[in-house]
């Protein structure tokens, strides 16, 4: 008998097409995929999105969740730690030009330390590009329009749209694109890299609650 808590979400999905299965897995299945798509209309994953969604006074309303910050944050910080590993790098490639020999070797070491450097380099720049771009983040539907608060030229600007703007889903490449459209204008909320598929229906889930 398959054990579902060991599979995967999309692992699942497949599996609830296969007509073999026998009927007490059938039924697990049909639970879990149930149970799933409900905590997936309420949006109780969009914490692992890093965000936080909440109808309140101002409306419904959209932030950087709390879990968000806390990785954007520690993206930054190990990605503070590329500058000693790569000044290592670069002294040892130095030293061994001038005072000892090139040999294979010796390479093995600093070719690692720059491929360690540079995944945490990357890992920064993309953390700091969250940072930059989430900060003072709000997004707002009210009964009179859209509201947007979101880092422009090192500020934090608010910008109101129409009621009639539709939010929208834009796939390109790995990344996806949060749009609102006033007036056949488009505007880019925020971007994502790659989502999972719980994460991408999630998605889909929150912008069918702006529209």
């Known amino acids: 008998m398959v054990e579902i808590s060991k599979l995967t979400y999309d692992e699942i999905v ?6 073999s ?8 299945i049909e639970t879990y ?25 101002h409306g419904q309303v959209l932030t950087r969740s709390a879990t968000g910050k806390r ?16 000044g290592a790098a670069l002294a040892m490639i130095i030293h061994t030009i001038f005072y000892g020999e090139l040999t294979i070797l010796n390479l093995i070491p600093i070719a690692i330390l720059f491929i360690f450097g540079g995944i945490l380099f990357a890992l920064f720049m993309k953390g700091w ?16 329009n859209f509201r947007l608060k979101q880092m422009s030229n090192f500020t934090i600007k608010e910008t109101v749209f129409k009621l009639d703007s539709t939010v929208s889903l834009r796939q390109q490449g790995e990344n996806v694109s949060i749009i609102l459209t006033e007036n056949e204008q488009e505007h880019i909320l ?22």
Do not use: C, W, Y
């Open 14 to 19: 497949k599996m609830s097409f296969d007509t």
């Open 190 to 211: 925020f971007a994502l890299p790659k989502l999972s598929t719980i994460q991408s229906e999630t998605l889909n889930a929150l912008i069918g609650k702006f529209n």
């Open 129 to 144: 590009n969250r940072r930059f771009m989430f900060t003072g983040f709000s997004f707002v539907k009210n009964n009179s």
């Open 71 to 86: 990785i954007d944050f520690l993206a930054v910080f190990l990605g503070f730690l590329s500058i000693p590993v790569l």
């Open 33 to 57: 995929l149930g149970e799933t798509k409900s905590k997936i209309d309420n949006l109780e994953f969009i914490d692992k999105l890093g965000f936080k969604f909440e109808n309140n006074i």
């Open 21 to 28: 299965l026998d009927i007490d897995t059938k039924e697990k």
